[in-house]
């Protein structure tokens, strides 16, 4: 088995659902002839021609409406958004639009489509490139949200992702893009959406995850562990619709749980589990459930370090929840 | 300042129903312009009996199309059954040229269980995938970068076909008609363009929209043609709509077209056009150009029609409209399941919980 980055499993999974369904077509800001800026469709253009990959004018809200036309059409469009942090002028297809598409026409039209997008801090890219967007989209019914963590998660999911009959947004962390390594298969695999995965068992906390900030977790809980703490990490993997079965169980089992992610606290999706798993587990917990995130500011450029969350501080929110 | 180039408006019928020198009848069958002329009739007799009805509190809303009715008649006319249209919201007329029936169009006013949306958009939001409407939503232009998006996948797949978005003026100053054009100029996709110049955008009058002479010489900065057309006159309509058509299919690219036209109904059954405008001054000259009243005039000249057909015509519509009314007001409305379907292709988890959480307030209601 082959090992690749996040950005080469990507671009393996684009080229095997190219070769497997002719309705699948790949296009965003700079996707066609250069590959995009990460390389994410390198070679499709080449391989596939000009009508199924190709460049498109630096408008990214007509990128999703004329996403849309494509999927209602029949086609599978897979779009690329080159930074999350420049999706807010396509918020409209994308939450008026994509979102209400299957509803507001009793079922007639949906719009089953893929916007590809990357995210996430940790890259000295100041407020405009480390953008951790996910929440907002959270609040439009109608719209799937998957994050992956690691090249073979990041294969996986796109290959469900690009079947599924929903539209997905699909973030992409772009800090892990070419550090994150793995074995990955050449062949087509499928990791089924809404399926958390329990990257490590454990009994005292849940720590729950997505993304890059997944290998921040598996990191705090490996300090933990030294001071005699089991953690029990879970990678969300699925954000909309979530796996609750998965959070019910293990912080049933824990008792206690700490919720991480980049993007700021107030209104971040920690907001959404962390409310959901109080109401559903009252009894069971043994603490309040932590957030620890990034902090309710700008993502700044000069201070990556204070704002990222890292092993320390989850440690530190671990801790809050033992000591209670 | 850059000169805009001088763009003639298209023209065949004057507004005493004489064909203009030179000019002929587009080729169509002699019954098919009577027929059109009665879905124009037919939608002036809907619009002002559902205006009446709004008015009296047995319908939410309604939007009357009352001067337009040849810029959707003609073009829904002028396309072929596998083109896709994507209309704003005030063409129901191209709806019911494509075969939208009037009981279907009624139900989705009324949001009951005949209603192909299943009762979730308030009226005037009609579709029919069978029919290639896409359902309409309310986001003014969001439909420019759909239809470059469907008209390119339509070449890309090698059909005989184009895709046509309906929008207002007004909708061009947003940025999703950039969007559109720009896609679609790129990708050259057989896609139309067709801009209802009506003059107002609910309040707001053409030249507080854009600085532009017109419409139509936008599409020079998008590399694509750009036409203007007597949006009155029914055969000028067809023409350029069919041109377009043969400009799309062969390859050559999308058109937008610009019909000049008047809105002599307000915006919606919420507007007050009194408090902007004088019937008198601005309403009056476009009274005399509305395209039921030269078609009249032409189809009287030829023998092809009389008072005493349209009196009857009229009574006939009526009863129809009516009748549809009444099944639409006997109608259920949806089952409680609709609200919580179609969301995703499957119910997932919180849908599930929320909708036994509504059954069981419903049940505690005795509604259930």
Redo the contacts between chains.
């Keep these: 088995m082959p090992i690749m980055n996040m950005i080469e499993a990507i671009n393996n999974a684009l080229h095997l659902s190219f070769e497997r369904d002719p309705d699948v ?1 790949a296009f965003g800001e700079d996707s066609g002839y250069y590959g995009g800026v990460f390389r994410a469709t390198k070679g499709l253009q080449e391989k596939y021609g000009t ?2 990959c ?1 460049d ?2 630096i ?1 990214e ?2 990128i ?12 599978k ?1 897979v779009a690329e958004i080159q930074f999350s942090d420049y999706m807010y ?1 396509a918020f ?2 994308i939450v ?2 994509i979102a ?11 719009v089953p489509m893929v916007i590809r997008t990357p995210y996430g801090g940790g890259i000295n890219g100041g407020l405009y490139h480390s953008q951790s967007p996910e929440s907002f989209y959270t609040h439009a ?2 719209i ?1 949200i998957v994050i992956p963590s690691d090249p073979y998660e990041a294969k996986g999911l796109l290959l469900a992702s690009i079947k599924d ?2 539209p997905v947004l699909f973030f992409e962390p772009k800090k892990i893009y070419r550090s994150s390594k793995a074995d990955v298969p050449t062949d087509y695999y499928e990791i089924p959406l ?1 399926k958390a995965r329990i990257a490590k068992e454990g009994s005292q906390v849940t720590l729950i995850g997505w993304g890059a900030i997944h290998h921040v977790n598996m990191d705090a809980a490996k300090l933990a562990e030294k001071e005699g703490i089991s953690i029990e990490v879970i990678d969300l993997r699925t954000i909309i ?1 979530y796996d ?2 998965t959070l019910d169980a293990s912080v049933k089992k824990t008792g206690r749980c700490v919720i991480v992610h980049e993007a700021p606290r107030t209104s971040g999706f920690g907001a959404e589990l962390s409310a959901t798993l109080h109401e559903r587990n009252m009894l069971h917990l043994h603490a309040p459930i932590q957030r620890m995130t990034g902090w309710d500011t700008h993502y700044p450029f000069s201070f990556d370090y204070e704002y990222y969350p890292n092993p320390k501080r989850i440690l530190w929110a671990i801790k809050q929840t033992l000591e209670f | 300042m850059a000169k805009a180039p001088k763009l003639p408006v298209h023209q065949i019928l004057d507004e005493n129903g004489e064909l203009l020198k030179g000019a002929s009848v587009p080729d169509m069958p002699k019954e098919d312009i009577v027929e059109l002329f009665k879905t124009i009739l037919k939608v002036r007799v809907i619009d002002s009996r559902m205006f009446k009805m709004q008015r009296q509190g047995r319908i939410a809303f309604y939007m009357a199309t009352q001067g337009e009715e040849a810029t959707h008649v003609g073009t829904a006319y002028a396309l072929k059954p596998q083109d896709w249209m994507f209309p704003q919201y005030r063409e129901h007329g191209a709806a019911f040229v494509r075969g939208l029936t009037l009981q279907q169009f009624i139900n989705q006013i009324f949001g009951n269980s005949g209603d192909l949306n299943k009762g979730r958009q308030m009226p005037m939001h009609w579709g029919s995938r069978n029919l290639n409407l896409v359902t309409i939503s309310s986001p003014l232009g969001t439909q420019i970068p759909q239809c470059a998006g469907a008209a390119y996948a339509m070449k890309i797949k090698k059909k005989d076909s184009v895709a046509l978005a309906f929008f207002g003026e007004g909708t061009t100053s947003e940025g999703d008609f950039h969007a559109g054009l720009n896609f679609a100029g790129v990708y050259k996709a057989p896609a139309i363009f067709f801009c209802r110049n009506n003059g107002w955008a609910i309040s707001t009058p053409f030249h507080r929209q854009t600085a532009a002479e017109n419409i139509a010489v936008k599409a020079v900065a998008y590399g694509i043609e750009g036409v203007r057309v007597d949006g009155n006159d029914l055969f000028a309509v067809i023409d350029i709509v069919r041109q377009a058509r043969e400009r799309a299919v062969k390859g050559n690219g999308p058109t937008l077209i610009e019909a000049l036209t008047y809105r002599l109904s307000s915006h919606s059954t919420s507007d007050d056009p009194s408090a902007y405008r004088s019937e008198e001054k601005d309403d009056g000259p476009w009274k005399l150009k509305e395209p039921a009243v030269r078609l009249r005039k032409f189809l009287g000249n030829q023998g092809l029609w009389s008072m005493k057909e349209e009196q009857d015509w009229e009574k006939a519509c009526e009863k129809e409209l009516l009748d549809a009314i009444k099944v639409a007001e006997n109608t259920p409305k949806p089952e409680m399941d609709a609200l919580f379907e179609d969301i995703f292709d499957e119910l997932p988890w919180n849908l599930r919980e929320q909708k036994s959480q509504l059954i069981t307030f419903l049940k505690n209601e005795g509604k259930r």
């Design positions: 077509v009508e199924r190709f498109a004018p408008c809200q007509g999703a409406g004329f996403a849309f036309g494509l999927a209602l059409y029949g086609l469009p002028p409209d297809q008026n639009e209400k598409s299957r509803y507001r026409s009793g079922g007639q039209w949906p019914p109608g799937k009959q929903n809404s619709p609750i079965e």
